[in-house]
C-alpha cells in the first residue's frame, strides 16, 4: 500500500543539518563527467519566495533558483533552518503581485553547498504547471539534473554485467558511466550501491556518449524510481517503503508506463 505523505513524521528532523550528505561546490570531476545542471548555479529568481513549513511545525524562508514541472531548487540563509534530506515538507511560493503562487506538498531529497550558499532540491508530488510557465521563461523547463557520485552494477543478460558510476539523476532518468557500452533503448535491471544497502531501478539507455575514458550513457526510468532512488541515495532511513508518486503528464502510477525525457 503506497503510504500518504501525509503520515510521515517529524522524526528526521531532530538530525542536525551538518550530519548531512550534501554535495559540495566545487567537486572534483571523474573524467568524463558531465558539467552539472547550470540551474544549480543561478541567482535566485527575483520576484519568486518561498516559504518552508517543515513537519515539525518550523518555518523556513528561502529564494528559488529553478523550478521545473515537479523540481524545486531552493537558497537557504541560515544552516539551521536547512530541511534534512528525505524529510516531507509543505511549501508555499509567494511573488509581489500574488500573496500565493503555489502551495505543494514536496520531499527533500539533495542538498548542496554551492559557492558558500545552502541549496536544497525538492520533488513536488503535484505538478507546478503555471508556476513554471510563469518563472522560467529565461530558463530551460526541463527537469534539474542533481550531482551524484554512486556505483551501479548494469545487468545486461544472464551472464553479463557491468560495472559503473552514477554521475547524476532527475525524477526520470540518470547519467552513469562505465567502461563497455551497452545496446540502447532496452530495459536493464540496475542495482545502485549504497555505504550499507542498495536499490534495484530499470533503466534504459536513450544515447551513449564515448568520453575517452567509457561511455556516458543517459538513461530514462520511471517517476517512481527516481523518487526511491532520491529517498535513499543520502543514506537517511525515511521509512518509505513504498515510494511517494509524484503524478506527471505521462505516469499516473499505473503499471510499467515508460516516461520519455530530453536530456
Not at 151 to 158: L, Q
Amino acid at each position: 500500500m503506497i503510504k500518504s505523505i501525509s503520515t510521515h513524521t517529524a522524526r528526521q528532523t531532530q538530525r542536525k543539518a551538518s550530519e548531512q550528505n550534501i554535495w559540495r561546490w566545487p567537486q572534483q570531476r571523474v573524467a568524463g563527467q558531465p558539467t552539472p545542471d547550470y540551474r544549480l548555479l543561478n541567482a535566485t529568481i527575483a520576484g519568486l519566495n518561498a516559504e518552508i513549513t517543515l513537519a515539525d511545525g518550523r518555518i523556513v524562508q528561502a529564494g528559488v533558483r529553478a523550478v521545473s514541472q515537479h523540481d524545486l531548487v531552493l537558497e537557504i540563509p541560515c544552516l539551521t533552518g536547512v530541511p534534512v534530506q528525505g524529510q516531507v515538507a509543505e511549501v508555499s511560493l509567494s511573488s509581489k503581485q500574488w500573496s500565493v503562487v503555489s502551495r505543494q506538498k514536496c520531499i527533500v531529497h539533495w542538498g548542496g553547498n554551492i559557492h558558500g550558499e545552502n541549496v536544497v532540491a525538492m520533488f513536488t508530488v503535484n505538478a507546478l504547471g503555471a508556476v513554471v510557465e510563469q518563472w522560467t521563461y529565461d530558463q530551460s523547463r526541463g527537469e534539474v539534473r542533481f550531482p551524484v557520485d554512486l556505483p551501479v552494477i548494469v545487468k545486461v543478460d544472464e551472464e553479463r554485467q557491468i560495472r559503473g558510476r552514477m554521475l547524476d539523476y532527475s525524477l526520470n532518468g540518470c547519467r552513469f558511466l562505465c567502461q563497455e557500452e551497452i545496446p540502447l533503448d532496452q530495459q536493464y535491471s540496475t542495482q545502485v550501491l549504497f555505504s550499507t544497502t542498495s536499490i534495484e531501478i530499470g533503466v534504459q539507455p536513450r544515447w551513449v556518449l564515448n568520453t575517452g575514458d567509457g561511455f556516458q550513457m543517459g538513461c530514462t526510468f520511471q517517476a517512481e524510481r527516481g523518487v526511491l532512488l532520491s529517498c535513499r541515495h543520502h543514506e537517511q532511513n525515511t521509512e518509505l517503503e513504498s515510494p511517494l508518486k509524484p503524478q506527471t503528464t505521462n505516469w499516473e502510477g499505473e503499471a510499467d508506463e515508460e516516461v520519455e525525457v530530453e536530456w
